[in-house]
């Protein structure tokens, strides 16, 4: 070692602790600045992380870190979800980072809970080859993945956590998107992440339960694009027979939507959902056009006045709908036909739902999707 070497001071104890503490905070800070602005979160701004100051006093390492406290008990997990899905202002080492802070929490609330459970399969999907097979995405596959967050974990599952496996089962069953959202899927892996408690956080229940959510993304993806495919199945079917415009407000559009723009919409979801997961989907939209195309083949039916009401109060009180047309009269209503189960879109911002629903019809012009290259 050299003279000038030996004497260049180096930070020690608890020194080094602290500016690790704020280069962590200076890192984090963009990202719920961003967050905060996106969805118009009042937070008063933190002076020192703002200015950028390279070595504060403990007195504003302390203050920013209680700023950061407060910021993470006014996100919402659906919020970060949303967010870290559309943003591209976090990188691979920014869910790394979140992980982090996250998982240091000595206090974990059920968001908290959420949020790392969210930040885990994002890493883990983010990393995992497009190519993986459902097969190979095995406990000791995951666990190896999330190495860099959680080292080297120990393959021995309890038994407890033998569910997830029955709750994916029953999801690779279903044969539509409604039937996963409404069929109680959903809840039944929502009941074992809250049943596991404090045992969340062993780490091989971490790796199981990024396993879970990874691949129940999966499923969720491909009845995502079967649906779309049976819509366009659908919409062709309906233009053999003549027909040139469907009643589908149901899924917030007109009574007598023309075929040919549902098919222009529906290609372009499909373009938007190429990328697995992602956040903003109109998923409430999706299942009803395809309720709404299958009425006018005559596959079901229900009440117009009911497809005419506010979704707002058709998501709570359920709502159906027969589709008519202008030409050949396809899809009306017959005697026989099976009623459409009831839509149970409406999930409260407090549930961080495992899969974002668009709730509020304003929230999405199908005017806009339309329009290739028009970004989200």
């Known amino acids: 070692m050299t003279q000038s070497q030996s004497s260049s001071p180096q930070p020690s104890g608890a020194a080094a602790d ?37 070595t504060p006093p403990p007195e504003s390492i302390e203050q920013a870190q209680q700023w950061l406290n407060d910021m993470d008990e006014k996100i919402q997990v659906h919020q970060l979800r949303q967010f870290l899905q559309m943003s591209s202002l976090v990188d691979h080492d920014g869910l790394v980072l979140l992980l982090q802070h996250f998982l240091a929490k000595a206090t974990k609330t059920d968001s908290v809970r959420d949020k790392i459970d969210f930040l885990l399969v994002q890493y883990f999907s983010q990393s995992a080859p497009t190519e993986l097979e459902d097969s190979s995405a095995d406990i000791a596959y995951v666990a190896r993945g999330l190495e860099p967050i959680l080292g080297k ?21 279903c044969r539509s998107l409604d039937e996963l959202l409404h069929g109680g899927v959903l809840d039944q892996g929502r009941k074992a992440k809250t049943q596991a ?40 079917e309906l233009e053999e027979k003549g027909v040139e415009m469907i009643d589908c407000r149901r899924a917030q559009f007109s ?53 005419a009401a506010p979704r707002a109060a058709a998501a709570a009180a359920g709502a159906g709908g027969s589709a008519t047309n202008s030409k ?49």
Not at 21 to 50: G, K, N, Q, T
Not at 198 to 211: E, G, H, K, S
Not at 342 to 351: D, G, H, L, T, Y
């Open 328 to 376: 050949a009269g396809v899809g009306q209503s017959s005697p026989g036909a099976v009623a459409q189960p009831q839509a149970k879109f409406s999930v409260a911002a407090s549930e961080a739902p495992e899969f974002e629903i668009s709730v509020a019809p304003q929230e999405w012009n199908p005017d806009e999707d339309s329009q290739p290259g028009k970004k989200k």
């Open 197 to 236: 408690g404090d045992l969340f956080y062993l780490p091989i229940a971490l790796v199981a339960f990024t396993r879970f959510g990874y691949l129940m993304r999966r499923v969720f993806f491909r009845l995502m694009l079967a649906d779309l495919n049976n819509i366009l199945d659908g919409l062709s």
């Open 255 to 307: 009574a007598q939507e023309p075929i040919i723009r549902l098919r222009m919409i529906c290609q372009s979801w499909k373009v938007m959902f190429q990328a697995e997961y992602s956040s903003g989907q109109p998923l409430r939209m999706l299942v009803d056009l395809r309720a709404s195309v299958e009425a006018a083949l005559g596959l079901g039916s229900g009440s117009a006045d009911a497809q």
């Open 153 to 173: 974990v120990e393959l021995k599952a309890p038994v407890w956590l033998n569910q997830l496996d029955r709750v994916l089962d029953s999801a690779r069953r």
């Open 18 to 54: 602290a500016a690790t503490l704020w280069s962590s905070l200076r890192r984090l800070h963009p990202i719920y600045a961003e967050v905060a602005r996106e969805f118009v979160i009042d937070m008063p701004a933190c002076a020192d992380l703002e200015a950028g100051a390279e």
